[in-house]
């Protein structure tokens, strides 16, 4: 995608979601870019910038992420989310949530994946008790291969996911993260 902007005041901004766009080409024609001297006065206001909770938590950063395991509603409770982070461990992967886990106070906005949260690309995507409405499937469609975890077969995940699984993430996750850990020992 090309866009041309123009900005109208002395302090130019231009903010990029991640992965929203491919790296150019190495050897690309790129626009010159230019370092401006900006004086403090030229600012229009001073700007505080805050930190909001759970921006520092520590979460591994989910837009770098190679493998990442996310946990929806379909968890019954907060300490539920060990069995994701099991998983994850045993894949070597990042750990994630959809957004009602962040309001429920489960998990730290900085783990939220989906349109309002981080734009992910991973290699490999597990959604675990995640419905993928609109605002979620957003947020991993560009990821290499998703898998869906999931007690209802018609869950809108099922109809883009690349490998859905039926059932309950309780039952089958223990068993994921143990056949992962035999076969990386075998
Ligand atoms: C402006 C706006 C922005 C939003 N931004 C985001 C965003 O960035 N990220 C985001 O995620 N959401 C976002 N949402 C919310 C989004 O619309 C959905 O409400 C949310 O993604 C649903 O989360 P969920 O799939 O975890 O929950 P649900 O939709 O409730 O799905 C839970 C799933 O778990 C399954 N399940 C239940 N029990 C089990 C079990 N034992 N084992 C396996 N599966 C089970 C169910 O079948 C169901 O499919 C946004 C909404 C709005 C309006």
């Known amino acids: 995608m090309r866009t041309t902007a123009t900005w109208t005041s002395a302090l130019a901004v231009a903010l990029f979601r991640p992965h929203e766009c491919a790296p150019a080409e190495p050897g690309t024609q790129m626009a010159?870019?230019?370092?401006?001297?900006?004086?403090?006065?030229?600012?229009?206001?001073?700007?505080?910038?805050?930190?909001?909770?759970?921006?520092?938590?520590?979460?591994?950063?989910?837009?770098?992420?190679?493998?990442?395991?996310?946990?929806?509603?379909?968890?019954?409770?907060?300490?539920?989310?060990?069995?994701?982070?099991?998983?994850?461990?045993?894949?070597?992967?990042?750990?994630?949530?959809?957004?009602?886990?962040?309001?429920?106070?489960?998990?730290p906005r900085a783990m939220q994946v989906g349109q309002t949260g981080t734009v992910v690309s991973p290699r490999l995507y597990i959604a675990c008790g995640i419905?993928?409405?609109?605002?979620?499937?957003?947020?991993?469609?560009?990821?290499?291969?998703?898998?869906a975890i999931n007690t209802d077969k018609d869950a809108p995940i099922m109809s883009f996911c690349d490998l859905g699984i039926v059932g309950d993430l309780r039952t089958l996750l223990p068993k994921l993260a143990a056949e992962v850990r035999a076969a990386r020992t075998a």
């Open 32 to 107: 010159p870019i230019e370092a401006v001297a900006l004086a403090a006065t030229d600012l229009p206001e001073r700007v505080a910038i805050e930190l909001l909770p759970g921006a520092d938590t520590g979460a591994a950063a989910l837009d770098t992420a190679d493998i990442i395991v996310s946990g929806g509603r379909g968890l019954r409770s907060a300490d539920e989310l060990d069995l994701v982070r099991d998983l994850a461990d045993a894949l070597g992967g990042t750990v994630g949530v959809s957004l009602p886990l962040v309001d429920m106070g489960w998990a």
């Open 131 to 147: 419905s993928g409405q609109i605002q979620h499937k957003i947020g991993i469609e560009k990821s290499g291969l998703i898998v």
